[in-house]
């Protein structure tokens, strides 16, 4: 996000009585003489009344005029400007519609940006532009990833709970914005900053974690969340039996569950059953397509308790996740299977996925010697061929 410098030659207690002014003419409750406490107070009680100019400005006025403020800001030492700061945030994250969120959004990363990269307000900062960027549905303005978050505090790094706190925020966000993977990985990492000792305290974190990792349409790979020490500790509960059924279960164990513990998957964790069905089957035919290079649409349609008319839409679908790459061959009533993704990543995946390397070695030794041939007969031929233009 590219804002544009801000600068001004006045000095700063006029660029002050200059903003005093323009907010006294809008209606509000502020004074137009300095104050004579300072440059601060002068910047407390314009920004108390800054929200004035989101009734009466247009966007670019607006935009300028909360640039002036910081470009004051900016200018006083960070440990008196902490409580201006975080005021001055409020103020944004409850700026009105669409086009004001996003002449914010502008504002408060003008300020993220000239603030010193080891400044502790960087952090207060960015949690509230992570809340604009919800409002007006640009999270991906202000967050690209975990490595480029911790790049972004790496000269002061916030304290655990914060950054905890930060990371329940990027997750509730990335969801509401659709973006399943992206707040996948942020639950993970935010998971992983508990230890072993205080990981019995992130039960919340867990249940949230699991439930929009199966709630989600697109993830199918769930192994990795059983590995996590908050997720181990509801070990035994209802929750984490479901968990299991997705990570290595089929359709079958999945209904089950469901026949038994209705009221918790509908009420109490709001789980779509039909979704879960969907997800389920496709779980199912990834599982059926690790052993099977060739399956039947009557093997499909029994498995995956589907209609026979529903088999080769199925198939298509399976097909758009990409999970698996295979070919349907309608005229066979048949599905010739070339890969799959495996549910899970065990001992067996391990010993299979070195098999296929050394055997993958042996073919480049194979090929490496054929060249070898190769090149000799080319080379003793060329000899010969100059030996008899020799003659």
């Known amino acids: 996000m590219q804002v544009p410098p801000i600068f001004m030659e006045l000095p700063l207690d006029d660029q002050a009585q200059e903003l005093r002014v323009y907010f006294k003419s809008l209606g509000a409750e502020i004074s137009e003489e300095k104050s004579p406490k300072g440059i601060e107070d002068d910047l407390h009680k314009i920004i108390g009344v800054c929200e004035a100019c989101f009734k009466e400005g247009?966007?670019?006025?607006?935009?300028?005029?909360?640039?002036?403020?910081?470009?004051?800001?900016?200018?006083?030492?960070?440990?008196?400007?902490?409580?201006?700061?975080?005021?001055?945030?409020?103020?944004?994250?409850?700026?009105?519609?669409?086009?004001?969120?996003?002449?914010?959004?502008?504002?408060?990363?003008?300020?993220?940006?000239?603030?010193?990269?080891?400044?502790?307000?960087?952090?207060?900062?960015?949690?509230?532009?992570?809340?604009?960027?919800?409002?007006?549905?640009?999270?991906?303005?202000?967050?690209?990833?975990?490595?480029?978050?911790?790049?972004?505090?790496?000269?002061?790094?916030?304290?655990?709970?914060?950054?905890?706190?930060?990371?329940?925020?990027?997750?509730?966000?990335?969801?509401?914005?659709?973006?399943?993977?992206?707040?996948?990985?942020?639950?993970?990492e935010l998971l992983g900053t508990y230890t072993a000792e205080n990981a019995s305290a992130a039960r919340e974190d867990a249940q949230r974690c699991i439930l929009a990792a199966l709630a989600d349409p697109n993830t199918f790979l769930l192994d990795p969340l059983l590995a996590l020490k908050p997720v181990r500790f509801l070990e035994g509960e209802l929750i984490h039996d479901l968990l299991l059924v997705f990570v290595q279960d089929k359709l079958p164990a999945y209904l089950h569950f469901y026949q038994n513990h209705r009221e918790f998957v509908e009420h109490q964790l709001g789980l779509n059953h039909e979704q879960n069905m969907k997800k389920m089957r496709l779980l199912t035919f990834m599982q059926l397509a690790e052993t099977n290079p060739e399956m039947s649409f009557d093997t499909i349609q029994e498995e995956l308790q589907i209609g026979e008319s529903e088999v080769e839409s199925f198939i298509i679908d399976v097909l758009k996740t990409k999970l698996v790459r295979a070919r349907m061959d309608q005229a066979g009533r048949k599905v010739l299977i070339s890969s799959t993704m495996h549910r899970t990543f065990g001992r067996p995946q391990w010993m299979q996925l070195r098999d296929l390397l050394v055997s993958w070695k042996a073919n480049l030794s194979a090929v490496q010697d054929g060249m070898k041939t190769v090149a000799a007969a080319q080379m003793e031929l060329a000899a010969k061929n100059k030996a008899t233009l020799a003659h």
């Open 58 to 188: 247009n966007e670019s006025e607006i935009e300028t005029v909360l640039n002036d403020i910081v470009s004051i800001m900016i200018l006083i030492p960070t440990e008196r400007a902490e409580n201006l700061i975080l005021a001055f945030c409020e103020k944004l994250v409850k700026a009105p519609g669409y086009k004001l969120g996003l002449v914010c959004l502008k504002a408060l990363w003008l300020l993220f940006q000239s603030l010193a990269d080891d400044s502790p307000m960087r952090y207060h900062v960015y949690y509230h532009l992570v809340q604009i960027a919800r409002n007006v549905d640009q999270v991906k303005a202000v967050y690209s990833g975990i490595d480029q978050l911790k790049q972004q505090f790496a000269s002061f790094p916030p304290s655990n709970e914060q950054m905890q706190k930060l990371l329940r925020l990027l997750h509730e966000v990335l969801l509401s914005c659709k973006q399943g993977e992206q707040a996948a990985a942020v639950m993970v």
